[in-house]
């Protein structure tokens, strides 16, 4: 079983649900497909998603929500398969 | 009033210090970690840090500027624009902080910030607002009714929709009739909620608002702002006045705009928004704000008062300091917001280090800018470097002077949209004056040699 670790494509704040008063995006241990939507990143007032990036079950987040993060930054790993 | 603290960051933050700084006020900004090093923080006699970069935890945290207000003693809170600035709960806690709020009463801004109330109160102001059914319209015989007053094009809007989503613009009676069940049935599965209402579309509509002020006693305008020039809803290019706007509306429009005022008996700076209608030469309320806007510089330009000075002697207490006799605007001003996004990137933000910064000067230029050669545009926070602001006694020589003003802009570190707005400073629709709040993403897709889709060399 191998890991994938998901990146922000940016810097910014991330952010792991869609508005504050919705539920976040996914759970840790969810399972999630490659496509999906796994948090956001603000960056100057625009919405970028971040992706899981492989099938897998989404086993941690390394930051919290709304942490700074830098482009390239690790944010989640997805064991895969 | 002695002390100001400034809830801001940005070139805002500091174009109210310099005119606090002028009229003796002991200044604070306020900052976020990531801003430490801004201009507006040196330029402040001190600062407060009030959280981490994220605006929700530091600039929009109400509790902790009011925190910084009572420690650094001060007795009057500019808000600036953006952040807290309309927010009635954050005024109402300065007001009850025994603090000066600089901007209208908690009441104005709840009032003004509610669009269902504010339609309401232009209307009994006598201020003219978009045609329509005032309400759901039950079925097609009531729509038809409707549409019969306000003449075709009519547009169907969703009651739960906004942001352009939930709408159906249609051309007669026969479409109207077939559409209405459709959209209805379209509004219930995307919003949940079968309602909708219908209002005059208003087909190459312009964006023209009129700046206000009041003292409580007496409402003045300082004439109006053409605000079309539009990307993704956001003003790209302002001007004072507007292109040729009819010496008839513009004296229908400020006198609606100034009724308005003195109906909630507003206390500093407004600005009302019309909609405008060129075909009819007809214009309609779309909302107040109740602060001081991005674009005042072109205001103060054309009309040679202080229009922060102003709301801070207001907000101190004094009567306003002009009559509306007094006002008489001159020559013809341009503001361009120069932006670090990367046009050739889909205007794709792009925070960084200013490596080199060299903004445009000369004579009637004017830049308000919150940043320096060597400082940080961080990615926390709106993406204005500066407004390149020109004047000219008339709109072809402020237009000869913007280009010139926006070929000296040197920017090294980050990209910024400066080359897109030189270009667009050239485009025939632009010169005219011809254009609407939807011509300028037009412009970006007509790939003719008028167009402005990037050609590479």
């Known amino acids: 079983m191998s890991e994938h670790t998901v990146r922000s494509p940016l810097p910014g704040v991330f952010y792991r649900r869609p508005a504050p008063d919705q539920p976040p995006f996914v759970e840790e241990g969810g399972t999630v497909s490659a ?21 897998g079950s989404l086993s941690a987040f390394v930051v919290e929500d709304q942490a700074v993060l830098g482009a390239g930054d690790p944010v989640a790993t997805v064991e895969v398969g | 009033m002695r002390t100001l603290l400034v809830a801001n960051r940005g070139e805002i933050a500091v174009r109210i210090l310099r005119a606090a700084r002028e009229l003796g006020l002991r200044t604070v900004a306020v900052c976020s970690e990531a801003d430490v090093d801004a201009l507006h923080v040196r ?11 994220s605006a929700t935890r530091s600039y929009l945290d109400e509790g902790a500027v009011l925190a910084a207000a009572a420690e650094s003693g001060a007795d009057a809170v500019h808000p600036g624009y953006g952040f807290l600035s309309e927010r009635a709960s954050f005024a109402q806690r300065v007001v009850d902080a025994g603090l000066a709020f600089v901007g209208p009463s908690p009441e104005a801004i709840r009032l003004m910030g509610d669009k269902v109330l504010a339609r309401q109160t232009a209307a009994e102001a006598g201020v003219p607002t978009v045609p329509g059914s005032d309400g759901p319209v039950p079925d097609v015989h009531a729509a038809l009714a409707v549409a019969e007053r306000t003449g075709y094009p009519v547009a169907i809007k969703a009651a739960a929709g906004g942001g352009g989503r939930g709408i159906r613009m249609v051309e007669s009676a026969e479409v109207l009739r077939e559409a209405l069940p459709r959209v209805q049935g379209e509004a219930q599965s995307a ?21 206000v002020f009041g003292d409580g006693e007496r409402f003045v305008h300082l004439g109006e702002r053409e605000c079309s020039l539009q990307r993704r809803r956001q003003k790209v290019v302002e001007e004072a006045g507007a292109p040729d706007l009819p010496a008839e509306v513009r004296e229908r429009m400020t006198r ?23 075909q009819r030469t007809e214009f309609y309320f779309i909302e107040m704000n ?38 008489r605007p001159e020559g013809h001003a341009l503001e361009f917001r120069l932006t670090a996004e990367d046009p050739d990137l889909g205007f794709f933000p792009s925070p960084g280090t200013l490596t080199r910064l060299n903004l445009p000067a000369g004579p009637f230029v004017r830049v308000d800018s919150g940043l320096v050669q060597g400082g940080e545009v961080p990615p926390f926070y709106d993406s204005l470097l500066a407004k390149v602001v020109v004047w000219g006694d008339t709109r072809e020589t402020a237009l000869a002077r913007g280009r010139r003003a926006l070929d000296e802009v040197e920017v090294e570190g980050v990209a910024t949209t400066a080359p897109f707005l030189r270009r667009l400073a050239d485009h025939p629709g632009f010169v005219a004056g011809q254009y609407h709040t939807t011509s300028l993403e037009e412009w970006m897709t007509d790939g003719s040699e008028d167009g402005l889709v990037r050609r590479s060399a």
Do not use: W
């Open chain 2, 256 to 278: 609606s705009a100034v009724a308005l005022a003195a109906e909630v008996g507003y206390h500093g700076a407004g600005t009302v928004e019309f909609l405008y209608d060129p």
């Open chain 2, 43 to 53: 330029m402040a006699d001190e600062h407060r840090v009030i959280g981490p970069p």
């Open chain 1, 35 to 55: 496509d999906q939507t796994i948090g956001l990143v603000e960056i100057m007032k625009q919405y970028q998603e971040v992706k899981a990036g492989a099938d």
């Open chain 2, 290 to 327: 109740t602060r001081i806007q991005v674009e005042h510089p072109v205001t103060e330009l054309i009309t040679r008062r202080d229009l922060v000075r102003e709301q801070l002697t207001v907000a101190a207490g004094e009567p306003l300091s002009f009559t509306q006799e007094e006002i």
């Open chain 2, 191 to 211: 919003f949940g909620n079968a309602e909708v209402y219908l209002e005059r579309y208003v087909p190459a509509a312009r964006h023209v608002e009129v700046q």
